[in-house]
């Protein structure tokens, strides 16, 4: 399997971010203002958002190219950075100096999180900005096995791209999974998975749903594939765990019990697993199995974490997913 994994090339569709952990103490309160003082002892950065996928995937062995923008700043420096360290290629990526990078930056105390600064502009790309980034990454997709959309709602992913690519991959039988939010959400037809969170199906479908009733889930997923005509839907449940819609047929799988420090980039796992599987040739069912197992090893971490492959493979070896 492992040997699989290291053959396929992953394109990533989506809004590559720039996650920035401020580190340090609280110890007593400001006499300025009735607000803690943070006494900051480390600054830490990390891959966010569509980068973060290309983290896990890089992680579990594959090779990512991640197609996203990002600003010609001091953030978009430091994620450049950030690739060439972890030896990821940036041929897909499109610097603009009209936008700033997707900034996330976390202030944390003992752990806890105090304050999030976002630094970021979410209008699509203008015309011609789209036009250079589609000629950027068309000729990318020849030599990759699978397409990741990752899609944060900041602008780079518009209709337009999505319709070109899925149609390119379908005639290719390129297997196309998306991680969605509201802007494109019923723009994604025909695609191999689909993979809101329980939040972005209520919104992309304006109905309201009870988190833990599996039958009104199922029923929104049935309306939801007369407008989308996925192959497979799979829905993130926080700790009640997933439920896979495919064929006709739900399946709910658990969470597994965890120690839950931090569900920051969790979905990104969730989309990087589920994909690699079914890459593989994996079954649905199987490859939402490891999906859900791998978003809670991640919450085990405060802040975004990519997947440990050999956890991941000895905690799915303890629950029989792959026997």
């Known amino acids: 399997m492992l040997q699989n994994i290291q053959k396929l090339k992953v394109l990533v569709i989506g809004d590559a971010m720039l996650d920035i952990y401020d580190w340090g103490k609280v110890e007593r309160i400001s006499p300025e203002a009735p607000v803690p003082i943070f006494n900051l002892s480390d600054t830490e950065y990390r891959f966010g958002g569509a980068a973060n996928v290309a983290s896990n995937l890089k992680k579990m062995g594959a090779t990512p190219i991640l197609c996203s923008v990002i600003g010609n700043d001091i953030s978009g420096n430091i994620l450049l950075d950030l690739f060439k360290k972890n030896d990821l290629p940036t041929k897909g990526i499109l610097k603009i100096a009209t936008r700033p990078t997707t900034t996330k930056r976390r202030i944390i105390a003992q752990s806890q999180h105090l ?9 699509l790309l203008d015309e011609a900005d ?25 602008g780079v992913i518009s209709q337009k791209t999505i319709k070109q690519m899925v149609d390119i991959c379908n005639q290719k039988n390129i297997p196309t999974t998306v991680d969605p939010k509201k802007r494109n959400f019923l723009g994604y037809q025909n695609v191999t998975l689909f993979k809101p969170n329980l939040k972005e199906l209520k919104e992309g479908l304006k109905i309201d749903i009870e988190s833990q009733n599996l039958d009104q889930i199922t029923e929104a997923l049935q309306i939801l594939d007369t407008k989308l005509k996925a192959k497979n839907y799979l829905i993130t449940l926080s700790e009640n765990g997933v439920l896979l819609y495919s ?14 420090a931090d569900v920051s980039g969790a979905g990104d796992t969730v989309i990087a697993v589920v994909s690699i599987f079914l890459a593989l040739g994996y079954s649905s069912y199987i490859s939402a199995c490891m999906a859900n197992l791998a978003g809670g090893l991640v919450c085990e971490h405060v802040g975004a974490v990519p997947i440990d492959m050999t956890i991941l493979l000895e905690e799915a070896a303890k629950n029989k997913i792959l026997d």
């Open 115 to 123: 304050l999030r600064i976002d630094h970021e502009v979410d209008t």
């Open 130 to 154: 789209n036009d250079t980034f589609m000629a950027l990454i068309l000729p990318l997709l020849d030599s990759c096995n699978l397409v990741i959309f990752e899609d944060y709602d900041k």
């Open 247 to 260: 064929e006709g047929k739900s399946y709910h799988i658990p969470a597994h019990i965890r120690e839950i």
